[in-house]
């Protein structure tokens, strides 16, 4: 299977090389690779032994689109991708707002013609969505495309599955989705480890899983990537929006996220009171703690809105959510005290696509109303001191992680035991801390009792200039602050 899927992506990128020269990026190939498949396999659909009933209207199915040579065929294309985006449920999504990037009618008949030879719905579907999978990380590898913010390093989201253990029956949540990484990983683990009958099937396929997605069009590789490995009917399972705008209404049994750093938001805001501004710095909203600029400390506010109580969540925070204070403090306190909080697991650098990232994933419980705090313990695993990743030479393997989920003891996470790099601290102990800082460890550095093993020059003004960006983000804020009250 592996070989199967690795030929066919290594073929398709391939012809990625040569579209490049015509300044097609990888982000562009891969959207339009989307496009085309999905034509393709729609067709294939109502041949036999399937005969089923088109679902793209006659005059822009991949028949008509075959017929077609020279300036007619990427006119017509071009009317496809237009009259498509135009339609309702998980057919609009895939189209919606598409554009043809390929201007040489030759080269998109090429590509055409290579899409034709393969039987996609024959192929099994651990094979498409390996194929897809495979697309989508060529095209986060490429710093230039910028697509890595997007794309979560699938073994740190496996281990997170591991520990989390879905099960059947129940409703999962990504509100910043980007190409469907945990929703696809968490129904893996749902398939693979639990015999499902009709009615848990039909339910994985259809109900389990909801996501948000701001970008247009990594919301169309993540519903694409969803139906290659058989989830979602004629309704899209991913909403295009700002998540972080309302209360969505809906509850879930887990939330799975790793939402985007960066503190600003570029889109308008409309706030409780209806009024909206282009680049506003804050979300207001009544079931949050605080009011902060802080997106990340808004997202894990509004997944705390999103669990049902007694849910679970797994959330990928940088650093600042941490140790930050004001908004940052008040929220972390509200945490620790309405949900129990009671797994940290803090990330070596180098594993994600944007360089210098600090990162961690937070585990915790929502819990119902109580005057007594829920959280009693924080077990903390470092997983960053003294561990030095990066993308090419020495990246992220899951074994890395295996003594984080042995350390987790998902079987009990109440019969923990402290190691080397696992500790826990009582609630009283964090409360007492400056800020009620999270930002704990206590493993000594080697490579700063030891002038010779200092890290690779790139890794210290990575850090340098980490620090310095996070500097300037406070400062900008407080100056936002200060125009703002003018």
């Keep these: 299977m592996a070989n199967e899927s690795s030929s066919i992506v290594q073929k398709l990128w391939n012809y990625c090389d040569v579209l490049r020269d015509d300044g097609v990026s990888y982000g562009d190939y891969v959207e339009q690779l989307t496009f085309l498949l999905f034509l393709k396999m729609a067709d294939e659909q109502t041949k036999p032994p399937f005969n089923k009933p088109s679902t793209i209207p006659k005059e822009y199915d991949w028949e008509s689109l075959q017929k077609k040579d020279g300036d007619e065929l990427e006119v017509h294309y071009r009317h496809i991708l237009e009259s498509l985006g135009k339609e309702s449920g998980m057919l609009g999504m895939i189209f919606r707002k598409g554009q043809n990037k390929i201007q040489d009618p030759a080269k998109l008949k090429r590509l055409i013609t290579l899409i034709d030879q393969e039987i996609w719905i ?6 498409k969505g390996e194929i897809y999978e495979g697309l989508l990380q060529k095209n986060a590898e490429d710093v230039k495309s910028g697509a890595g913010q997007y794309f979560t390093p699938r073994q740190l989201i496996k281990a997170i599955i591991a520990v989390t253990r879905p099960e059947p029956m ?10 469907g990484g945990f929703l696809l990983a968490a129904h893996d683990y749902i398939s693979n480890n639990h015999p499902l009958d009709i009615e848990q099937k039909q339910f994985l396929r259809l109900e389990t899983f909801r996501g948000w997605e701001i970008v247009d069009s990594t919301a169309r590789l993540c519903v694409m990537n969803m139906y290659l490995h058989g989830i979602g009917g004629d309704d899209s399972p991913v909403t295009v929006a700002d998540s972080l705008l309302s209360d969505p209404g809906q509850r879930f049994d887990i939330v799975l996220t790793n939402p985007p750093f960066g503190k600003k938001s570029s889109i308008t805001i409309t706030n409780g009171d209806g009024k909206a501004s282009k680049d506003s710095l804050t979300y207001e909203r009544d079931d949050f703690w605080a009011t902060t ?17 007694n ?18 403090e008040t929220i972390r306190k509200k945490l620790l005290h309405e949900c129990e909080v009671h797994t940290l697991l803090r990330l070596p650098t180098g594993i994600f696509y944007a360089q210098g990232v600090k990162a961690n994933v937070l585990f915790f419980d929502r819990r119902g109303a109580s005057e007594k705090s829920w959280t009693e313990k924080l077990w903390i695993y470092d997983l960053r001191t003294n561990m030095h990743f990066t993308l090419k030479e ?3 393997k899951y074994e890395d992680l295996e003594d984080f989920i042995k350390c987790y003891n998902p079987e009990n996470r109440h019969k923990r035991k402290e190691t080397e790099r696992f500790k826990a601290f009582t609630y009283d102990e964090i ?6 800082n999270l930002d704990i460890f206590w493993l000594k550095d080697e490579s700063l009792e030891d002038l010779e093993n200092l890290p690779e020059p790139e890794i210290m003004v990575r850090s340098v200039a980490d620090n310095l960006g996070a500097a300037l983000d406070e400062f900008e804020e407080i100056y936002d602050k200060l125009v703002n009250k003018k």
């Design 431 to 436: 409360m007492k801390r400056d800020k009620t």
């Design 122 to 127: 024959g192929l099994d579907i651990d094979v």
């Design 311 to 328: 849910g679970r969540c797994a959330i990928v925070v940088p650093d600042n959510v941490l140790f930050e204070g004001g908004a940052g």
């Design 170 to 179: 129940k409703i999962i949540c990504d509100p910043a989705c980007g190409t």
């Design 293 to 309: 600029s802080n997106k990340q400390l808004n997202f894990l506010q509004h997944v705390k809105t999103l669990l049902k109580i």
């Design 394 to 396: 020495n990246p992220l």
